[in-house]
């Protein structure tokens, strides 16, 4: 549901692009991209770091572009984004041996540390990917084609989601409700 969610600021983002241009898609896509985070501020009352680091590049490079109407710094904000995140990641994993998934997600999810260990680096290869595949696409395709590919690249994250999910699945431990207690064979038919 997530992931669905984070397709918000761009799906005003596409659809702006398609009514005006890329600038006004960029002012969408700044004001949709402070109102998801007051949103997950409000339910969750604090904003996870990731999106908390969207939002200020999302904010920055908006900035930029329409301050200096150039389309190239909205264009590249989402290789500069996933560059800095594989390289974040592989500096804290390589350089300083800390698992920062394991960091974020240690509370919600128990799992063995070598799987912890293969998705740190499966995110930092997806993150090299779609920086790439970004960049890719800014340099050799129209803008109208970079918005379409907004839109139909969120696929990627989308299967990468699902990938880690399938993998990670047989590997977690289930947690234990201490108020549901093992029913034996004798007590499973009786009344309490």
């Known amino acids: 549901m997530k992931t669905l969610f984070d397709l918000f600021p761009v799906l005003l983002f596409f659809g702006a692009?398609?009514?005006?241009?890329?600038?006004?898609a960029t002012g969408v896509m700044?004001?949709?991209?402070?109102?998801?985070?007051?949103?997950?501020?409000?339910?969750?009352?604090?904003?996870p770091l990731m999106q908390k680091v969207t939002l200020i590049m999302v904010l920055a490079f908006g900035a930029v572009?329409?301050?200096?109407h150039d389309e190239r710094f909205i264009k590249w904000k989402p290789t500069v984004l996933y560059t800095c995140l594989a390289i974040g990641l592989g500096i804290a994993v390589f350089a300083l041996r800390k698992n920062f998934l394991r960091a974020l997600l240690g509370s919600q999810l128990e799992l063995p540390d070598a799987i912890w260990n293969r998705l740190n680096v499966a995110w930092i290869a997806y993150c090299a990917f779609m920086a790439a595949i970004n960049a890719y696409v800014v340099l050799n395709y129209s803008t109208e084609e970079w918005v379409n590919f907004k839109l139909w690249g969120y696929v990627f994250p989308l299967v990468f989601i699902v990938g880690q999910g399938l993998y990670i699945a047989p590997h977690m431990k289930l947690a234990e409700d201490p108020d549901e207690a093992p029913v034996s064979p004798d007590d499973a038919g009786k009344k309490p």
């Open 30 to 47: 700044m004001a949709a991209t402070v109102l998801q985070s007051a949103y997950t501020y409000v339910r969750e009352r604090s904003l």
């Open 65 to 68: 572009t329409l301050g200096l």
């Open 17 to 24: 692009y398609k009514l005006f241009d890329i600038y006004v």
